[in-house]
C-alpha cells in the first residue's frame, strides 16, 4: 500500500471515529425523543442502503424461506433495542459514562460466544474482563459510589451492549451465506419497524417540528450512522487488523470531548481515569 494511500485510510478512520462520536451529541440536541431518534436514525439511513440495492445488479443470494427471512430481521431486531437502550442511557446519565460502557459489546461477544458456541476464552480476556470491571468502579467513584447518581442510566447503556454484542453476532452467523448489503438493507429495516410502533407508545412526538429538528436527524442518520460507518469500514480493509482496536477508543473518547464542546459537561479525575482502565480492559479482552 502506498503511503499516500495508507494516510488517507488512517483519516478515514479518524474522521469515521469523529462522526459517530458525534452521534450521542445529536440525541441530547434533538427535538424528538430518544427512541424516536433511534428510529429516524435508521429509518433515514435505509433510503441511500435501499436505493443502492436496488440499482445494484448482483444483489446475491436471496433468502428462501421463511427461515431465511426470520434469521435476516433477527440482527435488526436486535439493533433497535440496542439504540433504544443506548439512546435512553445517554439521557439518563452522562455521555462519556453512556458511551463507554456501550462500548463493552465485544465482552459481550466473547461471553456469548462461549455460552451459545463453545468458543474459547483465553487468559488474556479475563484479565481485560477484570480490569474492564475494576475500571468501571474508578469511573463510579468507588464501591461507595455505586448506589446513586446516574447508576441506571449506566445500567441501561450496559444492557444495550449485550444486544449490540447479540447483533453483531447474528450478523456473523449470516455473512457466511447472504451479501453484507442485503443483511444491512433488512437489518436496517426491521430496526426501523421495530422501533416505529414503540417511539409511538412511550414517546408524545415522532416528528421534529422544525427545520433545526430536522438537521439533527438527519445528521445522526446520515452523519453519525451511515457516513462514520463508511468511513470505518473504509479504513479498515486497508489498515493492519491492530488498528481495529482504535476504533473501540475513538468513539468515547471523542463523544466526551464533543460533549465537553458542545454540551459543556465536564469529566472529572476519577471518570477520566476509571474511562481509561475500561479502554485497556477492553482492548486487553479483545486482543484475548
Known amino acids: 500500500m502506498r503511503p499516500a ?84 442511557s445517554i439521557n439518563m446519565t452522562s455521555v462519556a459514562n453512556s458511551t463507554l460502557l456501550a462500548n463493552l459489546a465485544p465482552v459481550f461477544v466473547t461471553v456469548f460466544g462461549w455460552a451459545l458456541f463453545r468458543l474459547p476464552i483465553t487468559r488474556a480476556f479475563l484479565a481485560g474482563l477484570v480490569i474492564a470491571a475494576i475500571g468501571i468502579l474508578v469511573l463510579k467513584g468507588g464501591p461507595s459510589a455505586l448506589g446513586g447518581g446516574a447508576l441506571k442510566g ?12 447479540g447483533y453483531i453476532l447474528s450478523l456473523g452467523r449470516l455473512r457466511s451465506r447472504f451479501d453484507t448489503l442485503r443483511i444491512m438493507v ?34 445522526v442518520a446520515f452523519i453519525s450512522h451511515a457516513g462514520g460507518q463508511v468511513l470505518i ?23 466526551s470531548i464533543l460533549a465537553w464542546w458542545v454540551l459543556n459537561e465536564s469529566i472529572g479525575v476519577m471518570q477520566a481515569a476509571g474511562g481509561l482502565i475500561v479502554l485497556c480492559g477492553i482492548a486487553v479482552a479483545r486482543r484475548g
Request: glycine share 8%; hydrophobic share 55%.
Open 5 to 88: 494511500d495508507n494516510r488517507f485510510a488512517m483519516a478515514s478512520l479518524l474522521l469515521g471515529g469523529v462522526a459517530i462520536s458525534g452521534s450521542p451529541i445529536f440525541v441530547r440536541l434533538s427535538e424528538v425523543g430518544p427512541i424516536s431518534t433511534a428510529f429516524w436514525r435508521v429509518a433515514l439511513a435505509l433510503l441511500p442502503l435501499g436505493l443502492f440495492f436496488i440499482f445494484r445488479k448482483d444483489k446475491g443470494v436471496a433468502p428462501e424461506s421463511w427461515r431465511d427471512r426470520l434469521m435476516l430481521m433477527l440482527p435488526g431486531v436486535m439493533l433497535a433495542i440496542n439504540l433504544a437502550g443506548w439512546h435512553l
Open 154 to 165: 449506566d445500567l441501561v447503556a450496559t444492557a444495550s451492549a449485550m444486544f449490540y454484542a
Open 233 to 255: 469500514t473504509y479504513a479498515l480493509a486497508y489498515l493492519p487488523p491492530a488498528f481495529s482496536s482504535l476504533t473501540l477508543l475513538l468513539q468515547p473518547v471523542g463523544a
Open 186 to 219: 433488512w437489518g436496517s429495516a426491521s430496526a426501523a419497524a421495530c422501533l416505529l410502533p414503540a417511539a409511538l407508545i412511550f414517546e408524545s412526538t415522532l416528528l421534529p417540528s422544525s427545520l433545526y429538528g430536522w438537521s439533527i436527524v438527519l445528521g
